[in-house]
Structures are given as C-alpha cells and as structure tokens.
C-alpha cells in the first residue's frame, strides 16, 4: 500500500469516526457554544495533517480533469480565492466569520476533495466503521433526547426540552444545531439505505444505524433533512428498481422509512402497519422470481408515490411541523415568516447580493453587510427574538452573495453532478453519490459550516473515484 493510499485510508477513517464524535464536552457554559469553532478547527487540523500525504502515490495522470466535478472544484477555489482577496474584510474572509467558515475552510473542502477522487486508496472497512460511529452519535442524541445532559453538552440545569424556551436555538448530538445533526444522519442514512439496495446480503447490517438516523431526523422535526432523505428514496426506486428483486427491495425500505419519518404525524399504530408491510415486501424478495424486468411497474409506481405523497400534504390539518410547513407552502405561497424566516432572509439576501455582485465581499462575510435583522414573537420565549443573518439559509445563494456568481455556479455545478453521477454510475460510486445528492438537496435550506459540510465533498469525491479512469468498485468484504 503506498504512503498516499495509506494517508487516504487513516484520514477517512478519522473523519468518519474522529471527526463525527468529538465535542468540546463539559466546556464552561455548556459544549455547545464552542461546538462550531471547534469542529472548524479540528477540520483544519486532520485535514492539513493529511492532505499533503494524500497527494503522494499514484493517481491522477493526464484523463485526471476529465471528470467536470475536479473542473468545477477548481473552478470553486479560484472564484471563492479571489473574492476572499479583493474583500473588504480580507481577515474574516480568509480566517472566517460567524460560522467559522472562511476561504481556509472552502480551499481545505476542495483540496480534499480533488486529494480523495484520485484512484487506488483502499475502501475497505470505511462504512462499517461509518456505520459504528453514526450509530454511537444516535445513541448520544437518544440519551439527550431523553432529557440527560450527556458530558455537559448544554449549561447546567437545562437539557433538549429546553431548547427555544431557556435559549434560542436548537442543539443536540456533538455536531451542534439540529440542522448540522440533520444534514449528517439525513446524508448516512441515504448512504446506509442505499448500500443495502445496491447489495443486500451482509449490507442489512447497516439497517439499525439508517433506522436509528430515520427515527431521529422525526424527532427533531428537520424538514430540510426529511425532505433531501425523501427525494433520494424517491428517486432510488428508477436505478434500483428495475428488476422484481430490487423493486422488492426498494418497496421494504422506503415502507420502513416512512413508517420512521411519520410516527410522529399519524402515531405508532400507522408505523408499526408499515413496518411489518417493509418485513413482508423483504421476505417476498427471497421466493420471487428476482431477476423479472420491472421498469416500467417502478416508473407508475414512482408516478404513484409523487401523487399520493402530494394529497397527504395537501389534506394534512395536524401539528407535524414538515408537513405543516411543505402545506403552508403549496396552498399560500412563500410568505416571509415560512421556514423559520427563510423566505424573509432568501429576500434580503437578494437585494444585497446587488452590491458587489460579481465578486461578493468575501467567504463567511454575510453577517458584516449589515442586513435587517429578521424579528419574531416566540411563544416558547414569551418574547420578540431578533435574529441576526448571517447566512442565507441556502447554500447556493450564501456563495452567490458572499463569493460572486462565478463561485455559485461551480457550486450548483458540483450538486448536480452529484444527480448526474447517481443516475449514472454504478455500484459504490452511485451509491456515494447518492449521499452527496441528498447532501446537495437539504443545502437548498441549510447552512453550510464544517460540522456537516464536509459530507457533501467526500461522498462526492469517492464517487468519482470509484467511477472515473481505474476505479474499481469496493470489494466485498469492505
């Protein structure tokens, strides 16, 4: 094994594991005030250990810049280098702001990412490994969920309950605001479910930790997350589904993820239905004819899926807030306080994105511009909150505004090779891409910070690398 592929194995392992679980645990005040920087800081740290021994080794050659994702990475860190340059916050654009996100952290995301699509590191045991980490981080938020205050990760004498009563904001697990936790256990269990459909066999394994992010992401009542993990399963039936086996397959999983995602809407009774329909769609994979052209049966029944999942939103009158919301949203339009305020900010947002357009003000900047606060009553609170923005609660438009039009497009251009390569590609390389995709639907909502966002570029990279000149897909006992 050669010093880079070697380099490549710890780094990966050490971001999937390492990364994922460390906290500042038991900080004054409570962990989660520290959360952000220190994820940043420790993302910089593995990152500039390893990067330079990943680099070495065999890879790349003359057909490397074939693939568009390393143009269009290549592209992100030029526009996003000089825009952090010709700010006029040059310090903050380059070190970072208020999310802790500057040029440093951009060029460390596309640096590993063109480190890690290069060919010939090992895959093996990377997503069992994932898999016992992802599962230790859903125990963690199970505990806090349960009103325990594991390892001090809120201040004394409050807990997850407390959460937009004794202080604004949500937090739970070691990756801090439930978005970043979202965005995480949404893209592993995109991942998790995925793998099973592309081999099954030993995958279904991996089922306890997928269920266990599935159950979460209800609880937390992340829309963004719920709806990126939705569309993948969606869209998952058109590759997957294309044989009786794999229809089968397919019509278990999604069961058992909606019967996760709704318990909360429609009560255990609904979930317990769908979770022993999952059990009898899997049973009946084993003594059906597997190998039975379904194509055209997955098409109506993905059809059949957008429409029925179209009249539960639109007849929904409960509580559930992604439901609610997705309702609000399709029968009045965008009104400024949906989304938690979204749509006020995604307007203010545009309006600044005016001023210095084509180069922006700098990466992590947006909170310098001076925008109108966004102000709303709280119930929880008792109390007017004003919150100030400093991020556009899309990722795309974030770039846009703070890095120019060249950098947004790049970055758009990098999510939808991650639609392309899962439509695509085959084996490990889709199944990769799958994460990365539903990593690039929730950023339509989310904020992009280096608890959660290194996802997106190392799912994406190891779709390509597995996809583009010499890739070869994981052996089968990775």
């Known amino acids: 094994m050669s010093l880079g592929s070697r380099a490549a194995r710890i780094y990966l392992f050490a971001l999937g ?99 890690l699509s290069r060919r010939g590191f090992p895959w093996r045991g990377l997503a069992w490994v994932f898999a016992a980490a992802v599962l230790a981080e859903g125990l963690f938020c199970l505990i806090q969920l349960r009103g325990h205050n594991l390892l001090g990760l ?73 709806l990126a993990l939705t569309a993948v399963m969606l869209l998952a039936l058109l590759p997957y589904g294309k044989t009786l086996g794999g229809l089968c397959r397919w019509c278990g999983l999604a069961s058992l993820l909606l019967g996760l995602l709704l318990w909360q809407a429609f009560g255990y ?79 203010r947002v545009l309006a600044a994105a005016r001023e210095r357009f084509w180069l922006g003000t700098g990466p992590d900047t947006l909170s310098l511009r001076g925008l109108e606060a966004y102000e709303f009553f709280s119930p929880e609170l008792g109390r007017r909150v004003t ?28 999510a939808l090779c991650a639609v392309r390569g899962f439509f695509l590609r085959q084996g490990a390389g889709r199944v990769c891409a799958g994460a990365a995709m539903c990593y690039a639907i929730l950023a339509l909502f989310g904020i992009s910070m280096c608890a959660a966002a290194p996802m997106f570029w190392v799912m994406l990279a190891l779709s390509v690398n597995f996809s583009s000149e010499g890739g070869a897909d994981p052996e089968p006992d990775e």
């Open 387 to 414: 919150m100030q923005i400093d991020a556009a609660h899309c990722e795309y438009l974030h770039t846009l505004v703070c890095c120019g039009p060249g950098a947004a497009i790049c970055h758009l251009g990098l």
């Open 269 to 347: 009774g609904v979930s317990l239905a769908l979770t022993l329909l999952a059990g009898a769609f899997l049973l009946g994979e084993r003594f059906l004819p597997a190998e039975r052209d379904c194509r055209g049966a997955a098409a109506l029944l993905l059809g059949l899926c957008c429409a029925l999942g179209l009249v539960l939103v639109l007849t929904y009158e409960g509580w559930y807030l992604p439901l609610r919301e997705a309702r609000e949203l399709l029968l009045s339009g965008f009104r400024e306080k949906m989304g938690g305020g979204r749509v006020y900010i995604w307007r």
């Open 17 to 115: 594991a390492v990364f994922l679980l460390a906290a500042p645990f038991l900080a004054p005040g409570g962990g989660y005030t520290c959360i952000t920087g220190f994820k940043a800081a420790l993302y910089v740290l593995l990152t500039a250990a390893f990067l330079p021994f990943c680099l070495v080794g065999k890879g790349g050659g003359p057909g490397f810049f074939r693939a568009p994702e390393r143009l269009l990475a290549l592209g992100y860190l030029f526009f996003c280098l000089l825009s952090a340059l010709c700010s006029p916050w040059r310090r903050t654009a380059f070190l970072g702001g208020s999310r802790d996100e500057g040029f440093l952290h951009l060029a460390l995301y596309a640096l590993s990412f063109l480190a």
């Open 154 to 226: 809120y201040p004394p004498g409050m807990g997850w309950a407390d959460a937009e009563r004794k202080y604004s904001g949500a937090y739970l697990g070691t990756l801090g605001n439930t978005m970043q936790t979202g965005a995480v256990l949404a893209c592993a269990a995109a991942f998790f479910f995925l793998d099973i459909l592309h081999k099954g066999g030993n995958r279904f394994l991996l089922l306890p930790p997928a269920a266990l992010s599935a159950y979460l992401l209800a609880r937390m009542d992340t829309a963004g997350p719920i």
